[in-house]
């Protein structure tokens, strides 16, 4: 019997020894974790779906679009039809990076628009999304109010004989003395963006021949287009028109930026440029 056993239990013992080492984990077989999940979406989107109608009031056009993801700010580009693109149109005033509609003012009337918009953000370099699709879209027009209704006629009494008096003398009344082609420079001070005026601290001027215009002088930018878009308080500005000094008024038919505090050579814009 002990010689039976002894020849079975090498053979036993050893078959133990490697199911023991098949069941134990090698250095090769080490399970590892599951890679990280992917980093959340950080990358600039592109602005689309944009459309364009006529806007609430006249001269005005109103967009819609599906604002760019991780967007800092979007523009809007516009341009008449007809016109050759890149250099012949404008960009309106920059949006928030969320932004998704905009209203243009200031359009004219009876006259089509495409339109384009455009989103970026700062970082090390500064960064562009693609461009929308184009959009196409007149301003809605000037309507007319509907005409009065005609006066109910009165019969005309006849005519009774007045003595005739000495007509009294009416003093004329002396005209407003004004000087054309006068130029101011100054500092802007305060906008009214509803009476189309702003207030500016005068610096120079010329061609008022010895009359000083008196500091602060008000300047009526009525007749210079597209001025509201890019004016900005403490910008220096060099305005030319009419100057009247019972009003202290230049009444400007040209404005141009001159230099703007705190900003980059790429914001210098010249009002003709509009």
């Known amino acids: 019997m002990i010689a039976v056993l002894r020849r079975w239990w090498p053979v036993a013992g050893l078959t133990a020894i490697v199911a023991l080492a098949l069941l134990l984990p090698t250095a090769g077989s080490a399970q590892t974790p599951p890679p990280p999940p ?69 359009l004219k009337t009876g006259q089509t628009y495409w339109f384009i918009v455009i989103a970026g953000r700062s970082g090390d370099t500064y960064e562009w999304s693609e461009w929308s699709n184009w959009a196409q879209a007149a301003p809605q027009p000037v309507t007319p109010p509907p005409p009065p209704t005609p006066p109910t006629p009165t019969p005309t009494p006849a005519a009774t004989a007045t003595p005739t008096s000495t007509p009294t003398a009416t003093a004329t009344p002396a005209p407003r003395p004004r000087y054309d082609d006068a130029e101011i420079y100054g500092r802007v001070i305060s906008i009214d963006a509803a009476a189309n005026t702003f207030t500016m601290r005068v610096i120079r001027h010329e061609h008022l021949r010895g009359n000083s ?12 287009a597209y001025i509201e878009y890019w004016l900005r308080s403490d910008d220096y500005i060099e305005a030319e028109g009419s100057y009247y000094p019972n009003e202290n008024t230049l009444r400007a038919h040209d404005v141009e930026l001159e230099y703007r505090s705190g900003r980059d050579d790429d914001d210098y814009h010249d009002g003709d440029d509009d």
């Open 38 to 106: 992917p980093p959340p979406d950080t990358l600039l989107g592109n602005p689309a779906g944009l459309t364009a109608g006529p806007g609430n009031r006249p001269g005005e056009v109103t967009l819609l679009w599906k604002p760019a993801a991780n967007a800092e700010t979007h523009f809007v580009y516009l341009v008449e039809t007809g016109g050759g693109g890149g250099d012949d149109g404008r960009y309106a005033p920059a949006l928030s990076g969320d932004a998704g509609s905009a209203t243009i003012a200031g």
């Open 213 to 224: 215009p008196s500091s602060p002088v008000t300047v009526d930018y009525g007749a210079v």
